[in-house]
């Protein structure tokens, strides 16, 4: 039976890397996959999962308005091979309903998903795509990094080019390590009351 899987983690925890692993593995198998990734992250490039330690792979770039359950039925048509898995990175940047189009994936066309993203933003908020999968994801898994004072890192932290924190502004902006950092819940506190 297929499977929607949700493996979230705080910035810099490695989800690109295992989804990179992951793919790698059907892909030797001489198994077909489809990669997804929100068209605007453009930080490898448009259509392209890349990880810190330069792992990368070409992927098909969605838009928010975009069926994902129509794109993996036609490619799974297509006569070019079934899709054997599905994986997304940066699923914190899907819609409601595209969470639900991957659920309909595994349920309708017994193709597993395996989605990988950032559980909160900068603000300790939930991602519209994280809240959907973690309420009907089958399976969570938790990818785990650590903050600086050795404890799990569960929280984000944007910040200005000063380095200082930034506490409000658009829930999405694309970045990096020059933008983010990644704390246990007591440093994010603390960076976030820094007057």
């Given amino acids: 039976m297929a499977k929607l899987y949700f493996s979230y983690a705080t910035m810099n925890a490695g989800k690109s890397t295992l989804l990179l692993q992951a793919s790698y593995n059907y892909q030797e198998r001489g198994m077909r996959v489809a990669m997804l990734i ?10 392209r999962i890349a990880s810190r330690i330069g792992l990368k792979s070409g992927a098909i770039p969605f838009h928010r308005d975009d069926d994902l359950y129509a794109l993996v039925e036609r490619m799974n048509g297509d006569g070019s091979g079934e899709i054997a898995c599905v994986f997304v990175d940066e699923a914190q940047f899907l819609g409601e309903d595209q969470v639900w189009q991957l659920a309909r994936v ?10 990988y ?15 959907a999968l973690l309420a009907i994801a089958d399976e ?3 990818v785990r990094t650590i903050c600086h004072c050795g404890r799990k890192a569960t929280m984000v932290a944007r910040l200005h080019g000063d ?3 930034v506490r409000e502004g658009a829930q999405v902006d694309v970045g990096g390590n020059e933008k983010y950092l990644s704390y246990c819940r007591r440093h ?4 976030m009351r820094e007057g």
């Fill in 106 to 115: 595994a349920d309708r066309l017994g193709i597993p998903v395996m989605a």
């Fill in 140 to 142: 969570l898994r938790e």
């Fill in 163 to 165: 380095g200082n924190v």
């Fill in 38 to 47: 929100a068209a605007f992250d453009d930080r490898a490039g448009i259509g």
């Fill in 188 to 191: 994010w506190e603390d960076r």
């Fill in 117 to 131: 993203g950032l559980r909160t933003d900068f603000q300790g908020k939930l991602f519209p795509g994280s809240m």
